[in-house]
Each structure stands twice: as structure tokens, then as C-alpha cells.
């Protein structure tokens, strides 16, 4: 939700930002902004991308300059809202991720003093409170002004008054700095400085950063000094670029093989699955999730209730908040978080902690907020930039498996024979994914036949049923197209009643999964005109009885099909939405990290 950056140091800021907002699009891209101290500060704004901010930007001089790309929460997507926002004198300038939360009293308080507005947004009041409560240093006005504020920001000011520092703040919305040779970057996440450097430095919660050309300096909102901590990434540049593809979703999808390999190494092995899962004695796992990680959560459900006979919930986040939930320390609550940086996730968390549960994250990004509110396993599975949660996903699956696993040996519910069979089977999934990538074409030809249909079903059984409701979203994030996901057993309860004539039905009957019940499900479709592709095992050969189409996935473990099926249904609303000439790496209305409520 809204990708922040700055620069400061020996070359032009402009190029740099520039670049820099490319590589945070996907958190926002309703409008863009950026700002340089050259003898004033100037700004240029834009509704629409990047890309348009830079044909109306012209060639500036100054080393030192902020940006931002926006995702609208408050005032509609427009010049007037972009970022950055100034004062009235255009001595400060302020991009803002987050929310202000009490910012119609402080603008109220604030046009009492004189101030005049000319945004709908929150933002505008942060340079307002810097000039109104400027006391001769840019660091300790921006301090003043943040004690004033309720809400949750990641800010990058810069100000006339102090012309080569940058001032930065955290409070629950993500910050990274990167440490280059006397030059320093700003970034809502670190996939957007990788290019630039690798040394970065996660702001904490409450902590104001100063920068200059000669270094960094944090400290916490009461001044004290914070040490700073350099992490080094382990993400490569190339891994955060295009190379080649059309597009970032093309790419993730297509490193699957690469990204689980990643997942498992280290964690698999002849000994066993060696991952440090904590509280293998709970009573109870909670799963906690949005969206694609949900989904994931649901399966993991599944997984671990098998493997490991504990009993498991999964919430969606933004529920589980605010049901007062029923906890206690006897629970292990498991937030899964591609980003980390999910506003819900993290409150539902913090909410676990606070009844004293135990706690642990399922994240890709190293440093992220998630990090740390709680222990956390990587998922690993590289930097996602497109929207739709690709190779994440197939990595927060694997996790959850290998979790589910090494939770039974721990609990004696599963042998350790059974163990290495399934770690025998683990191992192809890498090379099982590769062929699923290397049937593509045909996937595309499948998927095209239905481009311009009005609506699919999806539909699975057991642990095919969060992946019949990834596939719906998958397709309806990207092409648009109203696309549902239920449980094939639910259909005489309701769901039967959308199908007619050539209404097409996927159905994930791979085997193991109650497979039989399921081919029952798809008669009951296709009697009332639906028209069925089945995503079946090689060797099924039943399926091609039942089905219009049968799209195939390599014979493995009932546990690991479901992680397969998930890759073809990915290819699947990849090429309709292709097809359809989507945005498919930025869907509309949505961005990469949901950071607001
Ligand atoms: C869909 C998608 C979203 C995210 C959701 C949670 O493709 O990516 O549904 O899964 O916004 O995000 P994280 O996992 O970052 O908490």
C-alpha cells in the first residue's frame, strides 16, 4: 500500500527515484510523486504511474529528493493527492505510507493556525505539523510533530531549512535504508534498493532516522540513540528484474522449481525434516491469514491435523481481530504473510500475544514486520513483485508441510518410515513442478478456449479445496472474470444452482483426496451442462471419462499433488489474462502489501 523512497548523495536524485518507484510500483500505482532540493524544493505529481510522472518531470540537478507511489485510501486518485505533500511556505516535504488516523482534528487545529489545505488526503497535515512546530532542526520539528499524531506511518521528509539530510520515521508501516558508498536510499521494502546495495539497516517501530551523506543515525522518539543494526540481503538484483518474461507472475511462476528448491534446502534430509517448529505439545493451532496466505493457512489445516493430530482453526485476520478470540497459552497461533507487512496479520498477532499464546510467522521477506512481533520461518521463495502470489504461495505451502511433518515426529504420530517415504516424495516436488511448467503450452491452449467465458467454478475436495479457492482467486485478481472456489461436496447445498449450459467447472480430483466422491461431484455437473476440465494425476486413467478436458500433473503423494494442481491453475488465469490484455502484474484496485486496515 503506497511504496515510499528517497536518496541522498552524490548523483542526481531524480534518475534514482525514479527507478526506485518503478521497483515499488506494485504497492500502488494510482499516482506518483517526487520531490528535489535544488535552491527550493520542486515538485512534480501526477495521477497515473511512474511512468507518466517521468514525462512531465523535467532534468533536476539536486542529489537529495523523496517519491512515492500511491495506493488511495483518503482522497481519490489525483494531482492534489499524490505525494509529496508540503507546507504552505514549500519548505517541507513529506512522502507518508500509513494512515493518520486523527488528522481531520489536527487539520482542523491546523487551519485554526492559518494553515491552508489543498488535499483531500491524511498525509498533508504531516508537513503542516513540521512547519508549525519547527524549532530550528528538521529532526526534532519532525519528532515534535510525530508526538502529535496517532496512526501508523513510514515518512521520508525533507526541508530547505536542512537541506542534505533526509528524516525518516517508522510506526507499523515498513522502512528500509540502504548503505551505499557516501550514498543512502530509501525504501518502502528491500526489493527496491537490491539494485544498489545490499547493506540495509529495518527501521524498528518508533525509531526517527537521520540521513546524510556521511551516514545514518537512529534514534527512538525520545531521543535515545539506537544502534544501528546492518543486515546484509541475500536476494540478488536479477531476481527482483523481469529478465525476459512479459511479466514479474510470467517469471514467479515459471521459478517454482528454483523457489522450492530454496524452501527445502537445509530443512530435508535421510535424518528427517529439520525445521525448528516451536510448542510441538499445543493443544491447539490457530492460523492466522489473508487472502492467497489463507488459502495456504486452510491447507496447512489439513496437512497438520493428518501428519501431526493436532487440532487446527484457520481465521482470516481481519476477523479474528476483532472477535475477542479465545485463546490461551496452551495455543501455538501461526500468522501466515507473504510480505510480513499485512496491517490484519500483524494486529491478530499482536492480540495472540496479548492472551499469551505462542506465536509463529510463515513469511518470504527477511526483516519484515512479522520478523519482528514473533519467531518466524522463511519461506524463501525470493522477491515476489507480482501482485498475484505466485511462488510464495507454493512456498508457504511447502512449509506448512514440512511443519505437518516434523510436528507428527515430535508428537510420535507419525513413524519415521513414513516420514522419509514422504521426504522421498518431497524431493521430486522441484522436478515434478518443472514438468508441470514444461506442459504449459497445452495448459494455454486449454485456458484459451475458455477466455471470454462469464464465470468459473472451481471446485476439490479435502486438500484440494484451498487450492479450488487460490485457483478462483488467481483468476478473478488477474482476468477479472467472477470466479468461485467451494468444497465439490457443498454443491447440492447451493453452488449447483450457478451452473448451466457451458458454465466451465474446474475440478481438482487428483488422487488420495477423496477422489472417488469427487468424480461423483463432477457427474452432478456435467448433467446439468457444465462443461469439466479435471486437473488429474498421469497415471489416473478414469478421469478422461468424466471430464471435457483433463489437464495433468506428474503422479506423487496425495499431500504434494494439491502443491502441483496449484502451478496449473496459476498458468491457467496467467494465459486468460494475458489473453484478455490485463495489467497482470498490477491488477486493478489492488497492491502488492496490504499495509492499512
Ligand atoms: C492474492 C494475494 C493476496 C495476499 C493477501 C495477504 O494473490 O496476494 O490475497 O495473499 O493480501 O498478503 P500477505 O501474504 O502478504 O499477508
Same mark, same amino acid.
Given at each position: 500500500m503506497c511504496g515510499i523512497v528517497g536518496y541522498i548523495g552524490t548523483s542526481k536524485a531524480v534518475p534514482v527515484i525514479f527507478d526506485l518507484l518503478k521497483r515499488l510500483e506494485y504497492r500502488g500505482y494510482d499516482s506518483a510523486g517526487i520531490a528535489t532540493i535544488g535552491s527550493s524544493i520542486q515538485t512534480f505529481k501526477t495521477e497515473g504511474s511512474v511512468d507518466d510522472l517521468v514525462s512531465i518531470t523535467p532534468d533536476l540537478a539536486g542529489c537529495i529528493g523523496i517519491g512515492h507511489t500511491r495506493w488511495a485510501t483518503h482522497g481519490v486518485p489525483s494531482s492534489e493527492n499524490a505525494h509529496p505533500h508540503c507546507d504552505n511556505a514549500g519548505n517541507v516535504a513529506v512522502v507518508h505510507n500509513g494512515i493518520i488516523e486523527n488528522y481531520i482534528e489536527l487539520k482542523d487545529e491546523l487551519i485554526g493556525s492559518g494553515h491552508e489545505f489543498v488535499s483531500e488526503t491524511d498525509t498533508e497535515v504531516l508537513p503542516h505539523l513540521i512547519s508549525e512546530y519547527y524549532n530550528g532542526g528538521l529532526e526534532s520539528?519532525?519528532?515534535?510533530a510525530l508526538s502529535k499524531v496517532q496512526g501508523s506511518y513510514a515518512l521520508a521528509v525533507i526541508s530547505t531549512d536542512d537541506p542534505d539530510k533526509i528524516v525518516v520515521a517508522r510506526k507499523d508501516s515498513p522502512l528500509v535504508l540502504g548503505l551505499g558508498d557516501s550514498e543512502f536510499f530509501v525504501a518502502s521494502d528491500a526489493s527496491g534498493i537490491l539494485k544498489y546495495t545490499k547493506n540495509v539497516i529495518f527501521m524498528n517501530n518508533g525509531e526517527i532516522g537521520v540521513i546524510s551523506r556521511e551516514g545514518v543515525e537512529i534514534?527512538?522518539?525520545?531521543?535515545a540513540r539506537v544502534e544501528n543494526k546492518v543486515e546484509t540481503l541475500e536476494w540478488t538484483a536479477e531476481a527482483a528484474e523481469k529478465s525476459g518474461y512479459d511479466h514479474f507472475m510470467q517469471k514467479e511462476i515459471f521459478e517454482q522449481p528454483i523457489s522450492i528448491r530454496e524452501t527445502f534446502s537445509g530443512r530435508i534430509s535421510s535424518e528427517g525434516v529439520n525445521l525448528e517448529v516451536p510448542v510441538p505439545n499445543a493443544r491447539r493451532i490457530v492460523i492466522i491469514a489473508c487472502g492467497?496466505?489463507?488459502?495456504?493457512?486452510?491447507?496447512?489445516?489439513?496437512a497438520i491435523e493428518h501428519f501431526a493430530r493436532i487440532p487446527v482453526e484457520v481465521e482470516i485476520a481481519s476477523e479474528f481481530r476483532y472477535t475477542d478470540p479465545i485463546l490461551d497459552c496452551g495455543d501455538l497461533v501461526i500468522a501466515i504473510t507473504q510480505s510480513g507487512e499485512t496491517a490484519d496479520t500483524l494486529a491478530a498477532i499482536r492480540e495472540a500475544g496479548s492472551k499469551d499464546s505462542h506465536k509463529l510467522g510463515i513469511t518470504n521477506v527477511l526483516g519484515s514486520s512479522i520478523t519482528r512481533e514473533c519467531q518466524c520461518i522463511l519461506t524463501r521463495a525470493g522477491p515476489e513483485i507480482g501482485v498475484a502470489a505466485t511462488k510464495s504461495f507454493t512456498s508457504q505451502l511447502a512449509v506448512l508441510l514440512l511443519s505437518a511433518v516434523r510436528l507428527g515426529r515430535l508428537r510420535g504420530a507419525l513413524s519415521a518410515a513414513d516420514e522419509n517415504d514422504f521426504i522421498y516424495e518431497l524431493k521430486q516436488m522441484s522436478a515434478n513442478i518443472r514438468r508441470v511448467l514444461n506442459c504449459a503450452p497445452s495448459i494455454r491452449e486449454c485456458?484459451?478456449?475458455f477466455a471470454d467465458a462469464e464465470q468459473f467454478l472451481f471446485m476439490g475436495r479435502g486438500a484440494n479445496y484451498p487450492i479450488a479457492l487460490e485457483g478462483a482467486l488467481k483468476l478473478k485478481e488477474i482476468s477479472y472474470i467472477p470466479a468461485e472456489g467451494f468444497p465439490a461436496g457443498e454443491l447440492k447445498h447451493g453452488p449447483l444452482a450457478l451452473i448451466y449450459d457451458g458454465v466451465p467447472v474446474i475440478a481438482i480430483a487428483t488422487e488420495g483426496m477423496v477422489y472417488d466422491k469427487m468424480l461423483g461431484n463432477i457427474k452432478e455437473v456435467k448433467a446439468r451442462g457444465a462443461i469439466v476440465i479435471g486437473i488429474?494425476?498421469?497415471?489416473?486413467?478414469? #478421469?478422461?471419462?468424466?471430464?471435457?478436458?483433463?489437464?495433468? #500433473?506428474?503422479d506423487t503423494d496425495p499431500w504434494i499433488a494439491p502443491v502441483l494442481a496449484s502451478v496449473v491453475l496459476q498458468l491457467f488465469a496467467y494465459y486468460i489474462a494475458y489473453h484478455k490484455r490485463c495489467e497482470i502484474d498490477k491488477p486493478r484496485n489492488l497492491a502488492k502489501s496490504v499495509t492499512v486496515e
Open positions: 520539528s519532525v519528532r515534535n534514534t527512538t522518539m525520545d531521543g492467497t496466505s489463507y488459502h495456504a493457512g486452510l491447507f496447512g489445516r489439513y485456458a484459451l478456449l488429474a494425476s498421469e497415471s489416473d486413467t478414469r #478421469i478422461a471419462k468424466y471430464v471435457d478436458y483433463v489437464l495433468r #500433473i506428474p
